[in-house]
C-alpha cells in the first residue's frame, strides 16, 4: 500500500513538472491569477492591489467568473495556463474536489477569510420590507401549496403572499445558478424558508423531490437572473424602486447610500448579527489555492500571508472597510497557520 501511494505521489509529481515544463515552453507567467465569486471578487482585489504596492511582485488578475465557474476553471488543470486561487462564497462541493484530483490538481489549501449575509435589497426611495424565510420562500418558489396540492406559483404581488407586505408587484434581480450566493440563497433561505412552510412537507413526502421543490425558483419573470455583476443590480435597483436585488452584504455597505435591506425574521443584516449568527441568511467565504503552483508561478505564498494578515482580514483590517465579516480571532490564528504551511484541505 505504502509502495503504490509513493508511486501515485511520484506519479503527480511528474505530471505537475511536464504540465509546468510544456506549459512555460509556450508562455510562462509571472503573475497571480484568481477566478471565483462575484461576492468575494472585491476582497480578493483589495488583497491583489495591496499586495502590488509593495513592489515585489506584480499585482494579481482577479476575474469575476462566478463559484461555479471559478471552480471549472481552476480544477481543469495544473500549469501557467490555469489559475493559482479560486475565490469562493461557499466550500467547495466533493464532485469539484474529484474533478480537481481528474485533473492532476490533488493538494487544495482552503483558507476561510470570513463571514457575509446574503441580503434582500432595495433602492431606499422604496418601501422597507420586513420578511419572514417563510414569506420570502413563497414569494420565490416555482410551485407552492394551494388547497393541499403543489401548483405553479401564483402570487403576483407581495401582498399576495401576506396582505401585511407592500403591495407591489414581486421583482426580484438575483445571481444565476453557477453563483455561489445562489448556492447559499437556496440553502439558507430558500430551502429553510420552504421548511417552515409546514404543508410542503405534507404534500411532497420523498426526500429528494422535497428537496427540489423547496429550491427551485420560479421562472415566470418574477425572479430574473442578473448575472455575476452585483454592482450591476446596484444601478438596477436605483432605477426602479419597487425591485430587490439579492447578493452579499459587501455590496450593500458599500451601498447604504442608496440601498436598503429587509429585515429577514425580524433581524436586520449588520455587521455584528451576522458575526454572532443572529442574522440567519449568513455564511463562510472562501479562498482556495492551488498548492502545485506555490514556488513555480511568483509570489503566491507571499500574497497568501498578506490575504490572511491581521491588517487584512482582521477586525479593524482594510477588509472590513469592504463589508467582510471578521472571523474570531482564535479562528482567524488558525486560518494563518495553514496558510504558513500550507495544509491540503480534508473534506
Known amino acids: 500500500m505504502i509502495t503504490k501511494k509513493l508511486a501515485l505521489t511520484a506519479a503527480a509529481a511528474v505530471a505537475v ?27 480578493t482585489t483589495a488583497v491583489a492591489e495591496a499586495f502590488g504596492k509593495s513592489g515585489s511582485f506584480k499585482t494579481p488578475v482577479v476575474e469575476s467568473t462566478g463559484t461555479g465557474g471559478g471552480f471549472r476553471l481552476f480544477c481543469a488543470g495544473v ?5 493559482d486561487v479560486s475565490n469562493a462564497s461557499r466550500r467547495i462541493k466533493k464532485s469539484e474536489v474529484e474533478q480537481c484530483a481528474a485533473n492532476g ?17 432595495s433602492s431606499k426611495a422604496g418601501q422597507h420590507m420586513d420578511l419572514t424565510r417563510a414569506q420570502l420562500w413563497k414569494a420565490l418558489a416555482k410551485d407552492v401549496p394551494v388547497d393541499g396540492k403543489m401548483v405553479a406559483n401564483p402570487y403576483k404581488r407581495w401582498s399576495d403572499v401576506d396582505p401585511s407586505l407592500p403591495n407591489v408587484e ?61 454592482n450591476l443590480i446596484v444601478q438596477k435597483l436605483v432605477a426602479n424602486p419597487s425591485a430587490f436585488g439579492v ?12 440601498l436598503q435591506a429587509a429585515e429577514i425574521n425580524d433581524v436586520p443584516p449588520t455587521y455584528e448579527n451576522i458575526s ?3 442574522y440567519p441568511v449568513s455564511r463562510s467565504m472562501f479562498v482556495y489555492i492551488k498548492n502545485a503552483h506555490v514556488g513555480v508561478i511568483p509570489g503566491i505564498r507571499e500574497f497568501v500571508a498578506e490575504y490572511t494578515s491581521e491588517r487584512a482580514m482582521g477586525e479593524e483590517g482594510y477588509l472590513a472597510d469592504k463589508g467582510l465579516i ?22
Open 276 to 278: 454572532s449568527g443572529k
Open 105 to 121: 490538481v490533488a493538494e487544495i489549501t482552503e483558507l476561510k477569510i470570513g463571514f457575509d449575509g446574503i441580503v434582500l435589497a
Open 79 to 83: 500549469g501557467p495556463a490555469h489559475p
Open 17 to 43: 513538472s511536464v504540465a509546468f515544463a510544456g506549459a512555460a515552453n509556450a508562455q510562462s507567467r509571472d503573475q497571480i491569477r484568481a477566478v471565483g465569486s462575484s461576492t468575494v471578487f472585491p476582497f
Open 170 to 230: 414581486i421583482e426580484v434581480l438575483g445571481p444565476p445558478p453557477t453563483s455561489g450566493t445562489r448556492d447559499a440563497f437556496n440553502e439558507l433561505a430558500m430551502e429553510a424558508g420552504c421548511h417552515e412552510v409546514k404543508e410542503v412537507a405534507a404534500i411532497v413526502t420523498d426526500a429528494k423531490a422535497l428537496a427540489q421543490a423547496c429550491m427551485a425558483i420560479r421562472e415566470d419573470g418574477a425572479y430574473v437572473e442578473a448575472g455575476e455583476n452585483d
Open 326 to 347: 471578521a472571523l474570531p480571532k482564535a479562528e482567524r490564528d488558525g486560518v494563518r497557520s495553514s496558510a504558513v504551511n500550507m495544509t491540503p484541505m480534508k473534506l
Open 247 to 258: 447578493f452579499g452584504y459587501s455590496f450593500l455597505d458599500q451601498n447604504k447610500d442608496k
